[in-house]
C-alpha cells in the first residue's frame, strides 16, 4: 500500500474555488487514482479519476466542467482544483490509489473497491 495524505481543505462561500491536494508515498507504483468524497449521511462517492502515465481523465456528472483533477509525476501529488463550489460539494474528500490496475482489469474507475489505499480525507465545506 501507499500512504496518502490530503491537505487544503477548508471553509468556503458558494461559487468560490478550492484546491485540495493528496501526497503519495511508499514503494509502490501508482497505475491511477481518484478522488472520492462523502457527506455527512450519505454514501461514499466518485469524483474523479487520472491514470498517473498517460493523463487519462474521468469526473462524475455532478462535477464534471467545475473540478479538474491533475497529478505531478515527479513529486507523486495528486491535485483536485475545485471550482464554482456549491453547499451540495460539502464533503470529506479523499484520494485514493490503484497500485494493482485494478481500475483497468475491472473496468471501472467508479467503484472504492479499485483502489487499494486511502487517505485520511480532507474537510470541504462550502457555505451558501
Known amino acids: 500500500q501507499l500512504h496518502l495524505v490530503e491537505s487544503g481543505g477548508g471553509s468556503v462561500q458558494a461559487g468560490d474555488s478550492l484546491r485540495v491536494s493528496c501526497a503519495a508515498s511508499g514503494d509502490r507504483s501508482i497505475y491511477a487514482m481518484g478522488w472520492f468524497r462523502q457527506a455527512p449521511g450519505k454514501e461514499r462517492e466518485f469524483v474523479a479519476y487520472?491514470?498517473?502515465?498517460?493523463?487519462?481523465?474521468d469526473y462524475a456528472d455532478s462535477v464534471a466542467g467545475r473540478f479538474f483533477v491533475s497529478r505531478d509525476f515527479a513529486k507523486n501529488m495528486l491535485y483536485l482544483q475545485m471550482n464554482g463550489l456549491k453547499p451540495e460539494d460539502t464533503a470529506v474528500y479523499y484520494c485514493a490509489a490503484d497500485t494493482k490496475k485494478q481500475t483497468y482489469y475491472s473496468g471501472s474507475v467508479y467503484s472504492g473497491v479499485a483502489y487499494d489505499s486511502w487517505g485520511q480525507g480532507t474537510q470541504v465545506t462550502v457555505a451558501s
Open positions: 487520472i491514470t498517473w502515465s498517460s493523463v487519462s481523465t
